[in-house]
């Protein structure tokens, strides 16, 4: 099976840094994903790493470590509009199909 | 990117009654859509995965008969929620998957909100 676990609630300051942890238990790695899901809305794709190290996207940054099933996911210059649910999801290989975690819920505020 | 619509993204029924839901791939073929559930300030969890032209593969616990899948076409694929009761209320969310060249990537329908009074 698959263990995936990061933190249910985090709260930040708009125009700082927040930095979301996934750890994560697989056999057969085949990637991690994060998605960002507002509340009532499908998740929409931010980042997907299958090799270690830091993958950076305008504000957005991914980082993946396969040896000790880590990922973190770094957000810079906050924005009120980030308050969301942040989705880690992990990848066997042989399937395309994630599994989820529960979700980081961040709340930004002023 | 791919575009996956969804439809309805809201329907309130009543007990007892039957509701489909719809997801379509607009742009690219579909062969494989996975259905998805999701309760409040909970994870996104797999409810079954639908082929194309055959029968959809359900994941350990959720009722075959009550939640019924039908991929008909590379297209479209179908959830329908029979007897429908207040505890089916939840976030149901398709994904379609696509082969784009040298990626394989699954791309989310908007959801649908399903609300059983």
């Known amino acids: 099976g698959q263990n995936i676990d990061q933190p249910t609630e985090m709260t930040a300051t708009e125009g700082a840094i927040v930095q979301i942890n996934c750890t994560y238990q697989?056999?057969?790695?085949?990637?991690l994903f994060w998605y960002q899901q507002h509340a009532g809305e499908a998740p929409t794709f931010l980042s997907y790493?299958?090799?270690?190290g830091l993958e950076e996207k305008g504000r957005f940054s991914s980082f993946l470590s396969r040896s000790k099933g880590y990922s973190y996911l770094l957000l810079k210059e906050l924005q009120m509009k980030d308050s969301a649910s942040y989705l880690c999801?992990?990848?066997?290989?042989?399937?395309?199909?994630?599994?989820f975690g529960r979700g980081t819920s961040l709340i930004v505020h002023p | 990117g791919a575009v996956v619509s969804q439809h309805p993204s809201r329907v309130i029924c009543k007990s007892g009654t039957s509701v489909k839901i719809e997801c379509r791939s607009l742009?690219?073929?579909?062969?494989?859509m996975f259905w998805y559930r999701q309760f409040p300030k909970q994870s996104l969890m797999l409810m079954a995965t639908?082929?194309?032209?055959?029968?959809?593969?359900?994941e350990q616990g959720v009722e075959k008969d009550k939640f019924l899948i039908n991929h008909a076409s590379l297209t479209l694929s179908t959830l329908t929620v029979t007897s429908a009761h207040p505890e089916d209320s939840s976030f149901y969310i398709c994904?379609?998957?696509?082969?784009?060249?040298?990626?394989?990537?699954?791309?989310f329908g908007q959801g649908t909100r399903l609300t059983v009074v």
């Open positions: 994904s379609a998957l696509g082969d784009f060249g040298m990626n394989t990537e699954a791309f």
């Open positions: 697989t056999s057969g790695f085949n990637g």
């Open positions: 790493n299958v090799l270690d």
């Open positions: 999801a992990v990848r066997r290989g042989g399937s395309y199909i994630p599994t």
């Open positions: 742009d690219f073929q579909a062969t494989t």
């Open positions: 639908s082929n194309e032209g055959s029968k959809a593969t359900y």
